[in-house]
């Protein structure tokens, strides 16, 4: 799938609509909502060096490079010159050199040199730069206005025992808001059957869900099964999957991100934690190689040209093709006012009024709820 070309941020009016959580631009609520917050922008292995990549964030383009002695640097998209795309640019040192004509930027997008002027003027000249930080194997960066909110921390991921796994992402051809109302709904007896083996009564389970400090945390049971999950405001989730060493045992801690690119694709971050030796973490990272297969599969599977049967010999990522079926198959940006919902969609309904809650205060200038997120959390997930 070809990207639409990022530009540069364009002010326009924000859109007072506080029951809009899927436009993301820096004129709308849910944009500025979301900007409020530190966001995985990119996975840290993918920038290499002396590397400078064009990459797109709720709508806005964004020039993104790593210094030859490793830092990350992230400015506006295009040179203050001619608006040549900055990206296509030589890093020297820790600066980005335009193609165009050769300004020069520092990693504060401050111009440093203009090699065609015979009376250069680099002091009235400076690109938006824009905080940024690496954790867990992603880049993390504060799109915000003002000073950045406080850095995240996971201590549970931070355990010098674990290994981490930090899957390649790709980018999905619907709403971010498609995936976060995925996430702990009622879909997976259904959808994953086949993967997980649900049968009979035990395919319905029994979920609760609460307000945390942090979010939501919720609650499922399924037979002798227990899960808690937590999502943490605005756009994340914390949980445990099947462990990543057999002979350690122990859940995997996952963790995941729903970022929009724009208003019709997101891509989904995420960090897998378990305790496992390197090769254990090896042979876990394989059921990810086949991820950028993900969006040929699917659209192949809704364009009616393969059946979702046709792909059992790819069975390690088949779920993520699932779910790729059911984010997209709802369309880009689904119309919400035609949905039925019932008591099964707990999740969703809850999630969505403390979104609706939170950008309508922000529309009328009142205090937004801070949330607060210990060092760690306690996820659980037993099959008995």
Not at 265 to 270: D, G, I, M, T, V
Request: charged share 30%; aromatic share 10%; proline share 7%.
């Amino acid at each position: 799938m070809e990207e639409k070309q990022p530009e540069n941020r364009v002010q326009k009016p924000v859109r007072q609509r506080p029951d809009d959580f899927v436009h993301t631009g820096p004129e709308t609520l849910a944009g500025r909502y979301l900007r409020m917050f530190w966001q995985p922008i990119r996975r840290a292995e993918d920038l290499s060096p002396g590397r400078a990549m064009p990459i797109r964030v709720m709508g806005e383009g964004f020039t993104l490079y790593r210094g030859q002695g490793g830092g990350v640097h992230l400015l506006e998209f295009r040179c203050a010159h001619r608006g040549a795309q900055l990206s296509i640019g030589k890093v020297e040192g820790e600066e980005l050199r335009c193609l165009y004509h050769g300004w020069k930027y520092d990693g504060e997008g401050k111009c440093v040199e203009q090699p065609a002027e015979v009376k250069p003027f680099c002091e009235k000249i400076r690109l938006r730069s824009y905080p940024v930080y690496e954790y867990l194997g992603l880049i993390f960066a504060y799109l915000g206005e003002g000073e950045p909110a406080p850095k995240p921390v996971f201590k549970e991921f931070e355990d010098k025992e674990g290994v981490h796994v930090v899957p390649p992402p790709y980018v999905v051809p619907c709403n971010y808001f498609n995936q976060i109302d995925n996430n702990g709904d009622m879909h997976a007896p259904f959808t994953h059957s086949d993967m997980m083996n649900f049968d009979g009564p035990a395919m319905h389970r029994e979920v609760t869900a609460e307000e945390s400090d942090w979010g939501v945390t919720w609650h499922e049971s399924q037979g002798a099964s227990r899960r808690v999950t937590h999502f943490l405001m605005p756009n994340a989730m914390q949980s445990k999957r099947v462990p990543m060493s057999k002979s350690r045992g122990g859940r995997t801690e996952v963790l995941s991100w729903m970022v929009p690119v724009d208003d019709e694709h997101h891509q989904r971050f995420e960090v897998y934690f378990g305790k496992a030796t390197e090769e254990e973490a090896r042979r876990y990272m394989d059921r990810f190689k086949n991820l950028e297969r993900v969006p040929e599969l699917g659209d192949r599977v809704l364009a009616g040209s393969l059946e979702l049967g046709g792909i059992d010999d790819w069975a390690r990522s088949r779920v993520q093709v699932e779910d790729y079926l059911v984010l997209v198959g709802q369309g880009a940006i689904p119309d919400r006012g035609r949905e039925h919902l019932g008591r099964s969609d707990v999740l969703v309904i809850l999630r969505r009024k403390i979104w609706e809650r939170e950008l309508r205060a922000l529309a009328e200038g009142r205090p937004l709820k801070e949330w607060h997120k210990p060092e760690r959390l306690e996820t659980s997930f037993t099959r008995i």
